[in-house]
């Protein structure tokens, strides 16, 4: 079974930097394009960033630019670059594959303050 642990969210005002991180468990992790998803109360979690195998990425139009996306076969990690962060960047931040597994971390929380 798979574990997902997010960890580096926190509060920032606007325009500044956070770096998620995603630690997975599993030998399968180096054959699953994974992704970074957020969810703010009340509404469906949305799959913000994501990337292949073989590292090719894709990024919703919203933080297109801003955000960016790697991950770490060797250590089983997926990380989340975001800059020029907004106010309406403020969500919990998970890591899932791109077909999300059942189990989802706790995710980590990102506060934007205007």
């Known amino acids: 079974q798979v574990r997902l642990v997010e960890s580096g969210g926190g509060l920032v005002q606007a325009g500044g930097s956070l770096r998620l991180s995603c630690a997975a468990s599993?030998?399968?992790?180096?054959?699953?394009?994974m992704g970074w998803y957020r969810q703010v109360p009340g509404k469906q979690r949305t799959l913000v960033a994501s990337?292949?195998?073989?590292?090719?990425?894709n990024y919703a139009d919203s933080v297109k630019g801003r955000f960016t996306i790697s991950r770490d076969n060797a250590r089983n990690t997926v990380l989340l670059q975001m800059n020029s962060l907004k106010p309406e960047d403020t969500a919990r931040y998970y890591c899932?594959?791109?077909?999300?597994?059942?189990?989802w971390g706790q995710g980590t929380q990102v506060t934007v303050s205007s």
């Open positions: 899932n594959a791109v077909t999300p597994w059942d189990s």
């Open positions: 599993g030998s399968f992790f180096s054959t699953k394009p």
């Open positions: 990337i292949t195998t073989g590292a090719s990425t």
